[in-house]
DNA sequence: TCCTCATTTCGACATATAACGAATTATAAC
DNA sequence: GTTATAATTCGTTATATGTCGAAATGAGGA
């Protein structure tokens, strides 16, 4: 039960789902995502730990760069099942589909802007 | 976007949680559902309005009671998937399986208890 | 070493939510 | 009609949550 409220109180905000959608897309780093939210980074990095806490994404730092991306499908059948069942639910949304045009841009068009972007190490 | 979060939001409280796997045994009035979980008719009212305006369950008044049950599978996809994935996830939890000994005893056993529990009309 | 910058943690505040009891509504029995 | 009762709605209270800015942390680069 802890396990699955956890989940469902990760997945019981907004800006977790556009978050949680945005990462379809690859591996994001924060300032990434704040980019696109227009948060500040504080919260954004708040709700990062709820979805990490909730086992919908991991991450791995890289440098000064924290990169976040959906949890691995093998982890668990009960959290990719559910990432797959929100990410069919907001099919058509104005909000995500905006999103998703943000994050092309944001991932190709920024090489040396305030997050480069695929800046290994 | 909406329908998600109402579902999200809705699933996200565990006696909401315990509802909704409780009416796996099929149709429950109101007085049922406060036996089983030992909270205020008032408050399980408000659960039940959650979980109705996120269509999560349907009901219908015969007499003085109001029966809910799990929504139609038919009506929607994206809610008996979900619907299906917490009844996966709450397998093997302790209160879920009290829970389902209680409505058990709740339904067989109070003929003109508190609540006559298959009293039609 | 010291500085810069991405991220996180902390403290504060506003809003949202869960819970209750009291009052209200609706339906049936008398 | 009047009463009894199942359920809902309302008002209140306590707790949880989302947000921010400021301070702390941690990893490179000068």
Same mark, same amino acid.
């Given at each position: 039960?802890?396990?699955l ?14 978050? #949680?959608t ?6 994001? *780093? %924060?300032? @990434?995502? $704040?980019? $696109? #939210?227009? #948060?500040?980074?504080?919260? $954004?990095? !708040?709700?990062? &730990?709820?979805?990490?806490?909730a086992k919908l +994404?991991? /991450?791995?730092?890289r440098?000064? =760069? %924290?990169?976040?991306r ?9 959290? /990719?099942? *559910?990432?797959? =069942? +929100?990410?069919?639910?907001v ?11 943000? %994050?092309?841009?944001?991932? &190709?068009? *920024?090489?040396?802007? #305030? *997050?480069? !972007?695929?800046? @290994? /190490?």
């Open positions: 039960m802890r396990d409220l956890a989940i469902t109180k990760a997945l019981a905000d907004s800006n977790r789902i556009r978050i #949680l945005m990462l379809r897309a690859g591996e994001l *780093c %924060v300032c @990434q995502i $704040v980019e $696109v #939210l227009g #948060l500040a980074p504080s919260t $954004v990095s !708040t709700h990062l &730990s709820i979805l990490y806490g +994404v991991e /991450s791995s730092k440098g000064r =760069w %924290v990169y976040y959906l949890a691995d499908p093998h982890a668990s059948a009960l959290v /990719s099942d *559910c990432i797959e =069942w +929100v990410i069919r639910s099919e058509n949304d104005e909000t995500i589909e905006e999103d998703r045009e943000k %994050v092309a841009r944001v991932i &190709s068009v *920024c090489p040396e802007e #305030l *997050c480069r !972007t695929s800046n @290994q /190490s």
